[in-house]
């Protein structure tokens, strides 16, 4: 019995914390007026993140156009797009992935782009959305929203996962608390967590276990949600706030985690030790 007791302890002792992870702001950059197309839709940003090649992706609408940047926004080269509508955007080694809500519920939500040939194709039968969905492209995984059923983002509160080899089997729905909506989505696999930007003109980052879909924390910062795209790389956050004409930025925040003892956790440790002293006295 005492040595159950001793081992229950030691688990304790050694049980993972939960993370409350820090969102600092680092740097914000003034962004090319290519990357402040004209337009008066509701949806004109998007932004992703190309591991392979370690860029940023641009998505506008009306723009016909993916543009590619370092890491603090400096144009690189740019991907002609056949579709006008265009929301949100994506990348993995071969190809370049972005949504479209052209013909609103007439037309294919998700296409794809082959790098080295340009071939453009229809990614997925779905035909939806009317005003696209956010999307994020991590270790073969396809990561988007439930399809937006009008001009607005207030209605998504879901993140559906797929395998990128079967982008129509849904294998995973996770209902997220999002009381404004979601205007963009990037997922972190070094947390295996979830950011969402809300769907408001002032949006806070929220972020999201990955695999319950739980909330772990809101950071109230002042964001633009509404013309704002988000994505996660370099163990940093990337917020791309648009303005048509001129004055788009990117700003940087860093990730930090302050460790918070799980309360189970200590209750265990809490239980054990009394078991100890239990033991003791009978002795």
Do not use: C
């Amino acid at each position: 019995m005492r040595s159950v007791i001793l081992a229950a302890i030691a688990a304790a002792a050694m049980a993972p914390e939960a993370g409350a992870t820090t969102v600092d702001f680092v740097a914000s950059y003034g962004l090319s007026n290519d990357l402040a197309a004209a337009d008066n839709n509701h949806h004109p940003q998007g932004l992703g993140y190309d591991a392979a090649a370690g860029e940023l992706l641009f998505m506008q609408q009306n723009a016909f156009t993916i543009y590619s940047t370092d890491l603090t926004g400096v144009v690189q080269s740019s991907r002609s797009i056949a579709q006008r509508y265009t929301t949100s955007v994506a990348a993995d080694a071969t190809r370049y992935y972005y949504t479209d809500y052209t013909a609103n519920a007439g037309g294919i939500d998700l296409y794809a782009i082959d790098k080295t040939s340009g071939s453009e194709t229809a990614f997925s039968t779905e035909i939806a959305g009317y005003g696209g969905y956010p999307i994020d492209v991590r270790d073969g995984k396809l990561y988007r929203t439930e399809a937006s059923t009008g001009y607005s983002w207030s209605n998504l509160d879901q993140l559906r996962i797929s395998s990128l080899s079967t982008p129509d089997t849904i294998d995973t729905v996770l209902t997220l608390a999002t009381p404004f909506g979601i205007g963009d989505i990037a997922i972190d696999l070094d947390r295996n967590v979830l950011w969402t930007l809300d769907y408001a003109a002032a949006a806070s980052i929220r972020e999201f276990d990955l695999t319950s879909g739980l909330q772990l924390a809101e950071f109230d910062l002042d964001l633009d949600g509404l013309a704002g795209g988000l994505t996660y790389a370099d163990d940093r956050l990337y917020h791309y706030d648009w303005n048509t004409g001129s004055g788009s930025t990117l700003s940087v925040y860093s990730l930090g985690a302050t460790a918070v003892p799980l309360p189970a956790s200590g209750l265990l440790l809490a239980a054990g030790l009394g078991a100890v002293g239990w033991m003791r006295r009978r002795g």
